[in-house]
């Protein structure tokens, strides 16, 4: 079965650090890109960071860049998301997603398999 799970979320207070991890199952992530979006109470999901299938071409948001680093290991079928100087506003549901053979950009409506996201609260 083909699936993406997140995990990691969770509650931390303001300032405080969460990595977040994208495992993959069913599938080799070698072949695609990947991912990470999130989506607030009340918003529409955004694109918050993506890596390419070498790892060497990332993508950030201006609102994470400078905080959040992306990454991942090919061997383990894993990507992860490491997030510093958490702040409310990055109070979402996080998913990770993947494209097939994509280069380093991960358009919402290109994307092929989506996890079921994890929480992430930040507040004291």
């Known amino acids: 079965q083909v699936q993406l799970v997140e995990s990691g979320g969770g509650l931390v207070q303001p300032g405080g650090s969460l990595r977040l991890s994208c495992a993959a199952s069913?599938?080799?992530?070698?072949?695609?890109?990947i991912g990470w979006f999130r989506q607030a109470p009340g918003k529409s999901r955004e694109g918050v960071s993506c890596?390419?299938?070498?790892?060497?071409?990332?993508y950030y948001t201006d609102s994470v860049k400078g905080r959040f680093t992306i990454s991942r290991d090919n061997a383990k079928n894993t990507v992860y998301l490491q997030m510093n100087s958490l702040k409310p506003e990055d109070t979402a549901v996080y998913f990770c997603?993947?494209?097939?053979?994509?280069?380093?950009?991960?358009?919402?409506?290109?994307?092929?398999?989506w996890g079921k996201g994890t929480l992430v609260t930040v507040s004291s």
């Open positions: 997603a993947s494209r097939y053979l994509g280069g380093s950009v991960c358009p919402d409506d290109g994307m092929d398999y």
């Open positions: 069913g599938f080799s992530l070698d072949r695609y890109t």
């Open positions: 890596i390419s299938r070498s790892g060497y071409t990332t």
